[in-house]
């Protein structure tokens, strides 16, 4: 049995969280002079067509917000997190679970860099199993590095930077193996053929799934990071968060857009087609070695000499991600799929080199 209590640090199980002035009251009560704010005035009052209340704190558990994305999830409000986007929630996890300068996660090369990134600023040992050659995780060897400190696994499924989706065999072994808690990162999962994980293992003792309105959804201005978990993992988030970590702007803009799953499957179906496009088109070129099947909006690409299509594509004023110090990565590049437009430039400038 996972005993979830043997996982969280010692500090923050006997944490005494911030009481915030509104997480005790509600928005019924009238006069509101419980935190310090302004009563005289209301900044949006400065900014035309801007909503009304910006003087006032915003809801500390982004109540709508969480009806909202329970309703386009189909996951319970109770066992949603929102975080300043997903990188909030990775930054959690860490402090919840892992001591500093004790406690080890297992993360597998190549992946998203944060991981390792936050592993280090919270001085917590990352352990690295590197995907196999065919990005899939090396469930053996995984097994094998776990040792009583590890308290984390980290998986991206579709995987950044090679974007394939991760064998659902090996999430749901690792889920029912791992006496730890496995982070299963979906931020790419809309643009994948096949269903998220998350109503399948949001509710396991062990499971956080993370996912994201920055990338499908179009709002990564807005920082909307999602954790889906079980109660008791998602009260954990809640007692650690800062109060107020999701601005009024975001939870009112993102309610809004929510309404418009219509048009984001619109933008996803032309993206997709745009990705098949410009993979069967690149597929042409002569220096260009692979082009990695891709579930997420992003192709990995290996070229024969990759500093120099780098160089060129600079060189018209076109930005692509160089992954190829990552392990596997060898030679290649993330172009992440742009509009047909920015597509066609890609291509006139390759095909030109
Ligand atoms: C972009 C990305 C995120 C970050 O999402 P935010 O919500 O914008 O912080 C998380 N995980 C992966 C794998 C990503 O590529």
């Known amino acids: 049995m996972f005993d979830l209590d043997r996982f969280i640090r010692e500090n923050i199980k006997n944490l005494i969280p911030y009481a915030s002035a509104r997480s005790e009251h509600s928005r019924k009560d009238e006069v509101f002079l419980d935190a310090n704010e302004n009563s005289m005035g209301d900044f949006s009052t400065m900014v035309e067509g801007f909503h009304p209340g910006m003087n006032r704190y915003p809801d500390p558990f982004q109540k709508v917000l969480k009806e909202k994305i329970s309703g386009v999830k189909g996951v319970p409000t109770g066992n949603i997190f929102i975080g300043n986007g997903s990188d909030e929630a990775i930054d959690l996890i860490f402090r919840i679970f892992c001591s500093p300068g004790k406690d080890r996660v297992i993360i597998c090369p190549p992946t998203y860099g944060m991981y390792e990134v936050i592993a280090n600023i919270n001085d917590v040992r990352v352990c690295k199993v590197n995907l196999d050659s065919r990005f899939q995780p090396d469930s053996k060897t995984i097994m094998e590095s776990i040792d009583g400190q590890t308290k984390l696994i980290f998986l991206c499924s579709p995987n950044n930077p090679s974007g394939n989706l991760v064998n659902r065999e090996i999430i749901n072994r690792l889920a029912a193996s791992f006496n730890g808690i496995l982070v299963v ?100 070129i002569s220096y260009v070695i692979r082009i990695y099947p891709s579930d997420a909006n992003y192709i990995l690409v290996r070229f024969s000499d990759h500093n120099q299509v780098y160089k060129a594509l600079l060189e018209n004023k076109i930005v692509v991600r160089d992954r190829s110090s990552y392990p596997g990565c060898e030679g290649c590049l993330r172009i992440t799929i742009g509009t047909r437009e920015e597509n066609d430039r890609v291509l006139e400038t390759l095909k030109r080199f």
């Open 185 to 284: 990162d979906e931020a790419y999962i809309d643009f994948s053929g096949e269903k998220s994980l998350v109503e399948d293992l949001y509710s396991r003792p062990n499971v956080i799934i993370l996912q994201t309105l920055s990338k499908a959804w179009a709002m990564a201005g807005l920082r909307i990071g999602m954790a889906f978990a079980s109660k008791p993992i998602i009260d954990l988030f809640n007692k650690v968060k800062p109060p107020y970590n999701i601005s009024t702007a975001s939870q009112i803009m993102a309610i809004k857009a929510l309404n418009n799953v219509g048009i984001k499957n619109q933008w996803l179906r032309t993206i997709l087609i745009e990705r098949d496009r410009l993979s069967c088109e690149l597929s042409r």
